[in-house]
């Protein structure tokens, strides 16, 4: 079997029509989750953007031992593994961070591609006049990475590969052709609005602002839903789809309002400080399709995450997962030859090494001082909690009744709060965390078992 994966930067799942969307237009996402198994509890591990890749890349919970930093290198790979095995491997990325700054995540690949254009933020990009370049919608990075990709397939369809295809989009700065954005806001006139990483009314941002912002991440991801379908469609005429895994997911979702934030951290910009930054299921809450040739369609519920993902893809190839990987294969639950369950619970955290005084640069590789340890989740099949450090509050909520963690429940059971947080720093002790980065967690634990 060839292995496609591709990566959608902030692709919430619950603005696909597959995850039960009825107004975002996701045609190509839609069918091709219709030919998949897809994944209903499907979470994010390491938070955000480079150490959910090196979750991807190694089998491991990165953010128990690694911040946002460069790819260790003693860590073995899931590009080595199917380099080692044979396989022709190559990424083609538009996401910023793989290299930069000797960051090294192409580690392992025969071949990396950047498209390069995007950048830090906004404001920042590796060529400051590369949107000024654009005539149309092609010259988006979207279209740019999906057709690289395809003309990779092209090439090279008579071997057998192990293909990344990673696209920034629809990660911001949100400006698609405005076609786009005016299937969600008819009266859309070109502005863009920058999320101000707070909550958005304390930051002085209007309705109006936020209907902006909302219509416009909207048409990238039906932008993006377009260009990923015409890679989907190139493995179908390339004759090469009855031989080839495909998967597509995310790294994390995005606050649009929900929560009173409009971003996926706080920053305090005039202090360059990160503060309380909670990861509600928008953020956490994944994609993921997986089509596997002879496997038919269906939904799975078990929980997953995305250090899963290395094991399963290798297992399912018939290889033995990275030296050193922890997570475990899902594949017996993809093809349906075990129960639909997978982990008891599933953490997703910031880097354990951002604590209170020390310096973040995640997100757009910005250094801030953390003004408060950044929080943790832990999500079984029914609850999400949310705990801090020591002096932070916790948070329990019924995801069965109150699925938009609105109600917070973990006054009236500090026990189950405690049991799930002593459970989670088990696993996170396991994954090679250290007694000093688990300090915050251990002192919120003894605060809630006096």
Known sequence: MNVVVIVCDTLRRDHLG?????????????????????FDGHHAGSFP?????????????????????????????????????????????????YVRNGFGYDRG????????????????????????????????????????????????LDEQ???????????????????????YLADYAGEEVQPPYAKWRE???????????????????????????SLLEKIELVGIADRTIVVVTSDHGFYFGEHGY???????????????????????????????????????SALTSTPDLAPTLLDLAGLDSPA?????SFAAVLRGDAP??????????????????????AVDSSPRTVSRDLPLTITTSTQSAVVGGPDDPVELYDLVNDPAESENMAAAAPERVAELLGDAIEVLRAEGASPELLAPRAGALARLTP
Request: hydrophobic fraction near 40%; proline fraction near 8%.
């Open 262 to 300: 409009l971003g996926k951290s706080v920053w305090v910009e005039e202090a360059r400080t990160q503060t309380w930054s909670p990861l509600y299921g928008e953020l956490t809450r994944l994609p993921l399709l997986v089509r596997v040739p002879g496997v038919p369609p269906a939904r799975r």
């Open 324 to 328: 050193g990987a922890t997570a475990p």
């Open 109 to 156: 690949f025969h071949d990396f591609v950047w498209i390069r254009g995007q950048g830090d933020s906004s404001r920042l990009e590796e060529r400051a006049d590369a949107r000024a370049t654009w005539v149309g919608e092609g010259d988006r990075y979207a279209a740019r990475t999906m057709s690289a990709a395809g003309e990779w397939l092209e090439r090279h």
């Open 49 to 97: 953007t480079m150490p959910a890749r090196a979750d991807l890349m190694t089998g491991r919970l990165s953010c128990a031992f690694m911040t946002w930093e460069p790819l260790p290198r003693d860590l073995p790979t899931v590009a080595e593994a199917f380099t080692a095995a044979g396989y022709l491997t190559t990424a083609l990325v538009d996401t910023p961070f």
């Open 161 to 183: 590969f192990f293909l990344v295809v990673d696209t920034w989009d629809p990660h911001e700065p949100w400006n698609p052709p405005a076609y786009y954005a005016r299937r």
């Open 340 to 361: 639909d369950a997978h982990r008891p619970f599933v953490i997703s955290s910031w880097p354990l090494g951002y604590q209170k005084g020390r310096i973040s640069i």
């Open 18 to 38: 597959a995850y039960g969307n009825g107004w975002i237009h996701t045609p190509h996402l839609d069918r091709f989750a219709a030919e998949s198994v897809v």
């Open 203 to 229: 930051a002085g941002l209007s309705e109006r602002d936020l209907e902006v912002e909302h219509a416009t991440y909207c048409g990238e991801v039906t932008m993006v839903d377009r260009w990923v379908g």
